[in-house]
């Protein structure tokens, strides 16, 4: 299989979680045995393992520390790559897909590279591996679709819940029309999930250039759909958004009997610093 690269957004600074993310990224609040970011990396490890490519956590520079302090005491199975968003406040954050823009600028090797690319919400738990997106990729954006009238934390409302994503209309798996926090959603929802080609990477820089929205990346896939095509894959289980403190409270029930990652016995990963990169080095 053709080498990808991973990132997974950490950088938003979680004011909907209140004085739980004072002073804590949302990604490294505990869900269960772990913090939230380990069940990403867990999603993507096994994959990163079979076929390559690299792994990026962006995040800001009020919260870098705190992820140095996680990894270095917590070892992966891969060697993870960090992208430094200079920001410190919820005021001045690049936004998601600001946040991509200044990685693919910073680190041109994921262009350069021709590689796909698997974009991830840090703050959001899936149900699905890895591989189970790449496998529906066939060289066109692809997003993560479920129901969630269907597949929502119990207690929740869907529909209410429905305003926070992104509302798609299908034709078979190809999205015909995509509309980032519908006020009057369907119950069909994109999830932060995305596949991404070369020239949806490019396509990024584009969009920014155009100065449209950087901030969700919901509105990116809004535009992918308008300019270009993208497709479905649909997953029939519950994805957390964590983001919210009902979500993070219902992640912390399902989850509170989860296994704990048995981390690899690997020697401790230092990073040395190039621009707003910390590339890991044995």
């Known amino acids: 299989m053709v080498e990808w690269n991973t990132v997974i957004l950490a950088g938003g600074y979680g004011t909907r979680l209140g ?11 505990p869900v269960g045995p772990q913090p939230v970011i380990q069940y990403t990396l867990d999603m993507v490890a096994p994959f990163h393992q079979e076929n390559g490519g690299k792994c990026y956590v962006s995040t800001n520079r ?40 200044n990685l693919l600028t910073t680190d041109p090797c994921l262009l350069e590279q021709e590689c796909p690319l698997l974009l991830l919400a840090g703050d959001t738990i899936f149900p699905f591996a890895a591989e189970e997106i790449i496998s ?34 299908l034709n078979g798996r190809r999205i015909t029309h995509f509309e980032e926090k519908s006020p009057h959603p369907t119950s069909l929802a994109s999830f932060p999930c995305y596949a991404l080609s070369l020239e949806n990477l490019i396509g990024v820089c584009q969009y920014i250039a155009e100065g449209h929205d950087p901030d969700a990346m919901g509105h990116f896939m809004e535009w992918i759909v ?13 994805a957390f958004d964590i983001g919210v403190p009902e979500e993070y409270e219902a992640a912390c029930r399902q989850y509170a009997t989860h296994q704990k990652t048995q981390l690899p016995q690997a020697p401790i990963t230092c990073w040395r610093i190039e621009e707003n990169l910390l590339i890991p080095s044995s």
């Open 19 to 29: 004085a739980l993310t004072a002073s804590t990224s949302k990604v490294l609040l």
């Open 62 to 101: 009020k919260y870098i520390k705190d992820f140095m302090d996680y990894f270095m005491g917590h070892p992966q199975s891969l060697p993870i790559y960090f992208h430094i968003q200079d920001s410190q406040t919820n005021n001045d954050r690049l936004g998601s897909i600001g946040a991509l823009e």
């Open 136 to 169: 529906r990729y066939e060289r066109e954006a692809v997003t993560a679709v479920s129901d969630i009238a269907l597949h929502s934390p119990a207690g929740i409302d869907p529909m209410g819940r429905a305003k926070r994503f992104g509302t798609v209309v």
């Open 226 to 238: 308008r300019t270009r095509r993208a497709f479905a894959f649909i997953f029939d289980e519950v």
